[in-house]
């Protein structure tokens, strides 16, 4: 039921249209302040000398710029409401999904200040060609060469041999060639590599604390992500009723 919950409210509630436009006004406000300061940077593998590169800013794709609640939708109603890979290439195939709210609008702005926007996901290389289409359809700015080796602004997983789900190497490569003002995602994995047990994750986010809402841009995504996988041990093997006994033993009740 908590993935029906979930999804429930992302596509129904005013609590999330809120959240997510929030969270992208929190980028237009800081936006001037990034492009001003030369030695701001919102990424951790940024080093050396940066203040010269062009500007750029990271986003995540799926329920960052994306919303893919129908196909979580679909995971509940055609199976038992867990990611089914097969499902999930029919769904982007499909190019359907819309726009989160003020994400393309952000974007764009920032586009036409001379930012040049990155898509770092861990969509596979085959989805490639179906994204591209989908997020030129939803208004995202685009460019089909970026600067470098790079290639095209959209760096997926697996397009090159060392872009493992670990975003950090793609992070790492964008760095090379731009300053990054802005992240953008709905996992900490969209920020440091965050594989890692719950207290760890906490211990390393609680050291960028100010970051929030001001270089890393966070949206809103109760339906699944690396939170889940951290809490249950990473153990994807775990039955339902062995899911609801560690998500019961991990609340606080105080």
């Not at 050396?48 to 679909?74: H, W």
């Not at 989908?134 to 060392?162: C, R, T, Y």
């Not at 939170?227 to 041990?233: A, F, I, Q, R, V």
Request: hydrophobic share 40%.
């Amino acid at each position: 039921m908590d993935g029906l919950n979930a999804t429930a409210w992302v596509q129904s509630s005013v609590e999330y249209r809120a959240s997510a436009l929030q969270a992208w006004r929190s980028a237009r406000l800081s936006l001037p302040r990034a492009l001003k300061d030369k030695k701001w940077t919102a990424a951790l593998e940024q080093t050396g000398k940066f203040t010269k590169l062009p500007p750029a800013i990271i986003v995540d794709i799926d329920e960052t710029v994306l919303d893919n609640s129908p196909g979580q939708a679909r995971f509940l109603l055609e199976g038992n409401g867990r990611y089914d890979p097969g499902t999930w290439m029919k769904w982007t195939a499909e190019k359907r999904a819309r726009a989160v709210p003020g994400s393309a609008e952000f974007l764009s702005e920032a586009a036409a200040k001379g930012v040049t926007v990155f898509y770092v996901t861990n969509r596979s290389a085959q989805e490639g060609p179906d994204t591209r289409d989908n997020l030129k359809a939803q208004s995202f700015p685009w460019k089909d060469q970026a600067a470098g080796d790079i290639g095209d602004v959209l760096l997926l997983s697996g397009e090159k041999p060392d872009w493992t789900s670990d975003k950090g190497t793609r992070r790492a490569i964008v760095a090379r060639y731009y300053r990054i003002l802005l992240l953008g995602g709905d996992d900490l994995n969209d920020f440091f590599p965050a594989r890692l047990a719950p207290a760890e994750r906490a211990a390393k986010a609680a050291a960028y604390e100010k970051w929030w809402g001001e270089r890393w841009i966070i949206l809103p995504n109760p339906m699944y992500g690396s939170w889940e996988d951290s809490l249950l041990g990473f153990d994807r093997k775990l039955t339902p009723a062995e899911v609801q006994a560690r998500k019961l033993k991990a609340l606080r009740r105080e």
